[in-house]
Structure formats: structure tokens, C-alpha cells
């Protein structure tokens, strides 16, 4: 039992104690790229207690009530921004869900116009989602409200990197010599990316394995000035699959993607697919991972996706748990 599970269960059911938050520095959470390790060990440990919560017959703590939370979602998503608002909703928050088709940026107001008018409504935390990578590093600039971001463009979306390697070590325990591969699409994956900045600490070595058209030209230089040391890029699957012990396909962006980037489906499927006899070349009890959403069939077959190595559906449980935690750090951190 972690400090935080002990603290939580002999404050019983009603709240969550006081903990102490000395470690949290953030008045937004941007990217993971200014995370230190000890700050993502305590989102960890709060998420601990937070699973004890949502493990519950009511799922319902007053920790936040008097706070509201805004969502602001200029792309479509389901797990993101479900978990998050029940997230709030479970810790006692007030929400308001802004759909941006309907919102008053189709008008032509401005991102932070409209984001202004939500801080004027006094919220406390507002969640966007905006195709454009540095959309929420922008709304943070320009906005004294706490920003979390749940997705930039190509750039970031630090829940997902947390939930991702929450999951991992709950079900592996200690990561340290852990081979993660990462195959698909990276070039427009932020998700990628959040989790080549989250697993930096976790002595995690991290193989990207996308076809040749699928990475940024210059992404090993760039990984080599950030000084992510653990990462390296390898186009040949089978060659990046031996003795993986994390599998995470990604699904092709079409949306992002100009047209050409590969020469056909087919192609792709062939080379590229995890499939059984795929996994078969990573070791044996490797845990396959997908941030979602899957297009079953093309970057991942349906037997692996439900397969007994899958924690696809862990991911999205385990995603309120890390973003109750995210809402409770914010909050508390802005209480200080
Ligand atoms: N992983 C993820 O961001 O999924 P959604 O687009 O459904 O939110």
C-alpha cells in the first residue's frame, strides 16, 4: 500500500486527506518535456488512491466541489475527453462541456477571446483540444486559468503519455531495462512524442519503428540534441519487435497526413501490422498498448487487439484515474 493509499483509507470514504504536493511545479500540465520523475511518481501515487475511489459504489468525492472545469474540444475524442470530465464529476467539480462547432469561435472569435470569456466566467480549469500544435503553450501565455492540454496538433498530450506509462508499471512493476516499440505513424503521433518525454526517467529504451515516410526528416538529430539517449529509430518491424516487452501501434493520421506518405494500405498491413506472428518475436508476456482511437484491421489485427496481452481497455480505465490526479495536483497547486 502506497503512502497516499494508507493516508486515503484512514481518512475513510468521505475525502481525500491533505498530501503533500511539494514536489508539483505546475500551474498548467503543457507536455511532459518539463516533468521531473519525482512529479510523475506523484501523479502515480495519487492515481493509486484515486483507483481505490473509482473502485467504489459511489465514485464521489467533494475534493473539488466549489471548483469548475471547462472542457473545450476543437477535435473529435472519446476516451479523452469522457475521462476527463467524469474525472471532474467524481472529485466533485462543476463542468462545462464547450463544443467548438457550436461555440463562438464558428462566429470568428478569436481561440483566446473565447478562452478569455470562459476565465471571465471564473473557471478554474479549462482542458482543450485544438489541432494546432502549441494551441494550449499559447492559451497558457495569454490566460492566468490553468490549461491542461488533451492534444496539440502533433505536438503533446501529457494525460495520454501518463496513463500510458501508469499502465505500464502497474502491470509490470519496475520498467527499468523494459524495450518499448512504438510503430506507425510517429511523425504525427503526439502521443509518441509525450511518451518519449515521460519514459526519459524510467530507464525505458524506446524503438521507433515507423516506414521511412512516417518520420520527421531530422527526428534523429532532434532526438539526439533533447538528449533522449534512450530513444532510436528502426524501420524494419520484425528487426524492432525481438525481445520487446511494450508494443504500441499507432493508427495512421490521415487527417494530418498529406497524401503519398505511403505507397498503399496493403503495403502498409504487410509490413507493418502487429499480428500474432508478429508478437511471437517479442518476448514472451510482452503487453500490448494502443492511446486510441484503434482502426482494427490496419495498424493492429483484431486477435491482438483482444488478445491476451492487450491492456488496451486498462489504458482508458486507468485514464480517470490519472486525470483525477492531474485535476486534484492543478487544483491543489493553486491553492498554495
Ligand atoms: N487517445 C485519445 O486521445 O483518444 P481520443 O481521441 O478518443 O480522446
Excluded at 472519446?78 to 462545462?96: H, I, N, P
Excluded at 502533433?154 to 508499471?169: E, F, R, V
Excluded at 539526439?224 to 525481438?242: F, S, T, Y
Excluded at 496493403?266 to 508478429?278: A, D, F, G, S, T
Aim: contains cysteine.
Amino acid at each position: 500500500m502506497s503512502l497516499y493509499e494508507a493516508k486515503l483509507s484512514a481518512a475513510g470514504q468521505g475525502t481525500l486527506p491533505p498530501l503533500s504536493i511539494g514536489s508539483w511545479q505546475h500551474k498548467h500540465v503543457l507536455d511532459l518535456d518539463d516533468f521531473s520523475r519525482e512529479e510523475i511518481d506523484l501523479v502515480f501515487e495519487i492515481a493509486d488512491g484515486m483507483v481505490e475511489i473509482l473502485a467504489r459504489d459511489v465514485k464521489k468525492v467533494p475534493t473539488l466541489r466549489g471548483k469548475t472545469i471547462a472542457t473545450m474540444f476543437f477535435e473529435p475524442s472519446t476516451r479523452t475527453r469522457a475521462s476527463f470530465e467524469l474525472a471532474a464529476k467524481y472529485l466533485g467539480a462543476d463542468t462545462v462541456s464547450l463544443d467548438a462547432v457550436k461555440s463562438s469561435v464558428a462566429k470568428g472569435e478569436s481561440l483566446i477571446d473565447s478562452l478569455r470569456t470562459l476565465q471571465a466566467l471564473e473557471i478554474d480549469t479549462i482542458i482543450i483540444r485544438h489541432p494546432c500544435s502549441g494551441a494550449a503553450c499559447i492559451a497558457a501565455q495569454h490566460l492566468e486559468t490553468s490549461i491542461i492540454n488533451a492534444g496539440d496538433g502533433c505536438h503533446a498530450h501529457p494525460s495520454q503519455g501518463l496513463l500510458d506509462i501508469y499502465t505500464m508499471k502497474r502491470q509490470l512493476g519496475d520498467l527499468s531495462g523494459k524495450k518499448m516499440v512504438i510503430i506507425g505513424d510517429i511523425m504525427h503521433s503526439r502521443v509518441a512524442r509525450s511518451n518519449i518525454w515521460g519514459t526519459r526517467t524510467f530507464g525505458i529504451s524506446v524503438v521507433l519503428c515507423p516506414p521511412p515516410t512516417l518520420v520527421q526528416h531530422g527526428m534523429s538529430e532532434m532526438i539526439e540534441r533533447c538528449g533522449l539517449n534512450h530513444v532510436r529509430i528502426e524501420h524494419k518491424l520484425d528487426a524492432a519487435l525481438e525481445d520487446a516487452d511494450i508494443i504500441m501501434p499507432l493508427r495512421l493520421q490521415k487527417e494530418r497526413q498529406p497524401s503519398g506518405l505511403i505507397p498503399s494500405i496493403r503495403e502498409y498491413i504487410q509490413q507493418y501490422q502487429l499480428n500474432p506472428k508478429r508478437l511471437l518475436r517479442a518476448r514472451p508476456g510482452a503487453i500490448v498498448m494502443h492511446p486510441g482511437p484503434m482502426n482494427e484491421g490496419i495498424e493492429i489485427s483484431h486477435d491482438v487487439a483482444y488478445g491476451s496481452n492487450s491492456l488496451i481497455e486498462q489504458q482508458v480505465t486507468n485514464g480517470v484515474a490519472i486525470r483525477m490526479a492531474l485535476l486534484y495536483l492543478i487544483s491543489g497547486g493553486k491553492n498554495r
